[in-house]
């Protein structure tokens, strides 16, 4: 049974590009969350897609777009990219409805904005 | 703002002795709390989660319990074992929202 797969794992990219990263949820899940680990602090969370809609937005500005596909998978977008975007970017699984399901993680995509 | 407070950014204990992870939080809207562990250069692993609707929740060597009067909720591993070193979130939900609150996390090192 496969978890939440997250691509690439790793990119450098320089201050004002574009970034996409992508995220497959585990096998079953239907709920893909996106959340920003910045040094030394607790994952942020940026948004979260449900039948390809976001759910809900964190605190985070309109440069950070998602997507997600029929076949659950999603994509995060960040554009006019900051150096203080550096952080592990963290994708999250889970069936649909609130709380009281387990949230799974994926390795993360360490994102260096220079 | 920081809804979840894991004050203690670290902890060292000895194999085979018990380790206390604290957590605090402010929203009384959170009705789920879960317990997630973390190595460097990988993502979170879930751990182990609790209802607020109980007040322990137990599975093998690890038990979280709840004291929602005082917004606080531990973890407990008995006994430690050397693979148990890694960083240790503590995060609440609620039923209203979906996003999890995560804190700032605590080292645990335990020792030989």
């Known amino acids: 049974d496969a978890g939440v797969t997250q691509s690439p794992t790793h990119l450098i990219k320089t201050r004002g590009q574009q970034v996409t990263l992508r995220c497959s949820p585990k096998s079953g899940h239907d709920t893909v969350s996106w959340y920003q680990q910045a040094l030394g602090q607790g994952p942020q969370f940026i948004f979260q897609?449900?039948?390809?809609?976001?759910?809900q937005r964190g605190n985070f500005p309109d440069r950070f777009s998602g997507h997600q596909f029929p076949n659950y998978s999603s994509e995060l977008n960040v554009n006019a990219l900051l150096l203080g975007d550096s952080a592990l970017y963290l994708c999250a699984s889970s069936l649909a409805e609130g709380s009281g399901n387990t949230i799974y993680f994926g390795e993360g995509s360490w994102l260096t904005v220079v | 703002d920081q809804q979840v407070k894991q004050n203690s950014p670290s902890l060292s204990v000895q194999e085979g002795r018990i380790s206390i992870l604290n957590c605090d939080y402010t929203?009384?809207?959170?009705?789920?709390f879960l317990w997630y562990k973390k190595y460097p250069a990988e993502g979170p692993t879930f751990l182990i989660s609790?209802?607020?609707?109980?007040d322990k929740n137990e599975d093998g060597r690890f038990t979280v319990f709840l004291n929602k009067s005082a917004k606080h909720l531990s973890l407990h591993i008995v006994p430690s074992q050397p693979g148990d070193s890694a960083v240790y979130f503590c995060?609440?939900?609620?039923?209203?929202?979906?996003?999890?609150?995560f804190g700032k996390g605590t080292s645990l090192l335990v020792t030989p």
């Open positions: 609790i209802s607020s609707i109980k």
């Open positions: 995060a609440g939900n609620s039923n209203s929202g979906y996003a999890l609150n």
């Open positions: 897609y449900y039948e390809e809609e976001e759910r």
């Open positions: 929203n009384s809207m959170f009705d789920y």
